[in-house]
């Protein structure tokens, strides 16, 4: 029985980067939850895969084609919403790259892209999101983080540095959109088995050191990251602010 308190019935939630990996299964479970959801990507096949696929669940689909990093962008997408009617009650901010390589071996294009895709599109959509709901007194802000947010390991410093911006700027967004009635919490995936990760989950040293290092002894499934979704995004979490919840399988939790 769904309890009210989780019910996302009648609210309208965007999740960046929803046509796969962590941002496909979120969207999947607010939708499940009661939630219209706004699908958005840039890559229009690949969005309009994943729309088919949730309408074919009976689920209230829109899609928004636009780049997360480019502010003209973002702000045309909102004023699409605004015109068809369509607020948004809760915000996702999923989209993210990765790219591995030493530091020293990175380029600043290469920095900037990991940066703008991590990091400025949650600053972008999330002022976009929050202009509009503070005026309504409430909303919901949720996003992506890592155990990245907190940890660092070779080869991943632009995406780790954008992960910890996240973090803060959840925390930054919760102390001046609070007393608005907006909560603005994050989600620290640990490793997940999604596409990004590939060439990780078949490296057979990566493999068994996520295995010895995790409590639960396994790699992550995207959907396992819908509960703490849908709870972020439901009145459940209505005196909860600033927070980051690690799911991880514990790994965050032991050295
Ligand atoms: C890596 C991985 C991680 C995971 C996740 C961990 O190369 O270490 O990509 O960054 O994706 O962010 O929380
Ligand atoms: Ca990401």
């Known amino acids: 029985m769904n309890s009210p308190l989780f019910s996302l019935e009648g609210r309208t939630a965007l999740v960046t980067g929803s046509s796969r990996g962590l941002g496909r299964a979120i969207a999947t479970g607010l939708a499940e939850a009661g939630a219209r959801v706004v699908l958005n990507g840039i890559d229009a096949a690949r969005l309009a ?3 088919d696929e949730l309408r074919a669940k009976g689920y209230n689909v829109l899609v928004e ?3 997360v990093t480019d502010e003209a ?3 045309a997408a909102f004023e699409r919403l605004d015109a068809a009617g369509v607020a948004v009650d809760i915000l996702v901010n999923n989209a993210g790259i990765q790219l591995r390589k030493p530091i020293v071996e990175f ?7 990991v940066l703008e895709t991590n990091l400025t599109s949650a600053f972008l959509v999330g002022r976009e999101a929050a202009r509009r709901m503070i005026p309504r007194g409430r909303g919901k802000v949720i996003n992506i983080g890592s155990l990245m947010s907190s940890f660092a390991r070779p080869t991943v410093a632009p995406y780790t540095a954008a992960k910890g911006g996240i973090k803060l700027l959840t925390q930054s967004m919760a102390a001046e959109w609070a007393e608005h009635g907006i909560q603005a919490n994050a989600i620290g995936p640990g490793y997940m088995l999604t596409d990004m990760n ?4 078949s490296n057979p040293q990566f493999d068994s050191w996520v295995k ?8 992550g499934r995207p959907d396992e990251l819908c509960g703490a979704a849908i709870f972020l995004a439901s009145s459940a979490s209505d005196y909860v602010n600033g927070q980051i919840i690690n799911v991880d399988g514990g790994m965050s939790a032991v050295l």
Do not use: C, K, M, Q
């Open 107 to 113: 380029t600043i294009a290469e920095w900037h892209r």
């Open 212 to 219: 010895g290092r995790t409590p639960s002894r396994r790699w």
């Open 198 to 201: 590939e060439a990780l989950t």
């Open 49 to 51: 895969n994943a729309a």
């Open 73 to 75: 962008s973002v702000v």
């Open 65 to 67: 084609a636009f780049d």
